[in-house]
């Protein structure tokens, strides 16, 4: 089985390439991190970093990388969670009840999965890893009305005017960039690269195709439609 797994900042195109790979390819399974821990947790990633903190999200994405990487690891911890955390006990069943399925797997990661210590390392000894790059300005334009991400949101509770709304997005682009440079050393250590700032997802998607068929042609992983 072979596996694909998409890296980089919100706003890069990782689920929507994800998701346009996985629904061409046949027998393929869509794996995006971020919305297997909400549902497990029964909540957004919002409010899970303001009711049990940011640590407790990464944990959840480390057990989640630590499964996917070695899945002989899911019993003896479904063990344990029955125990302790009912979100992780959700989250391994979840996993379990995925990873049953046969061929092709596409892992979306959440932008800040990455960059923990060893999770990189976990997911290149799973299968290809891609960066989807992109500009801070892009980014920031792509997810100028999206306030779900705990780490980009702003300290407004409304936005009632332009001035408002043009210091949000200024405010964003700031922490975009902080982020960009704090997690691009982790990102470029992906097995491929694709800048998608002016690349249409179509596009991105028949590139990834080829890149990743080039660096491993005994099996091609093309299309099925």
Not at 79 to 104: F, I, V
Not at 138 to 167: C, H, M, S, V
């Amino acid at each position: 089985m072979k596996t694909l797994i998409l890296t980089g900042m919100p706003g890069s195109g990782k689920s929507e390439c994800g998701r346009a790979i996985a629904g061409s390819i046949k027998d393929s399974l869509f794996i995006e991190t971020d919305k297997l821990i909400e549902e497990s947790c029964n909540m957004t990633i919002a409010s899970i970093f303001a009711l049990h903190g940011e640590a407790y999200f990464r944990s959840l994405e480390r057990l989640t990388v630590e499964i996917l990487h070695d899945q002989r690891k899911l019993s003896a911890n479904l063990s344990l969670a029955k125990e302790e955390d009912p979100a992780k006990t959700r989250l391994l069943e979840k996993l379990k009840e995925l990873l049953n399925g046969p061929g092709s797997m596409i892992i979306s990661t959440g932008g800040g999965l990455p960059v923990a210590e060893g999770n990189m390392a976990m997911l290149k000894a799973l299968g290809t890893v891609v960066y989807l790059s992109a500009d801070a300005a892009t980014l920031a334009e792509r997810l100028q009305e999206d306030g779900t991400r705990p780490l980009l949101a702003g300290k407004q509770d409304a936005i009632d005017n332009k001035r408002d709304f043009n210091k949000a997005n200024k405010e964003k682009f700031e922490r975009i960039s902080q982020l960009l440079r704090e997690r691009d050393p982790v990102y470029g250590m992906a097995d491929i690269t694709i800048d998608t700032s002016f690349q249409t997802p179509e596009a991105v998607v028949n590139r990834l195709i080829a890149e990743f068929n080039r660096l491993q042609p005994s099996e091609d992983f093309d299309k099925t439609v």
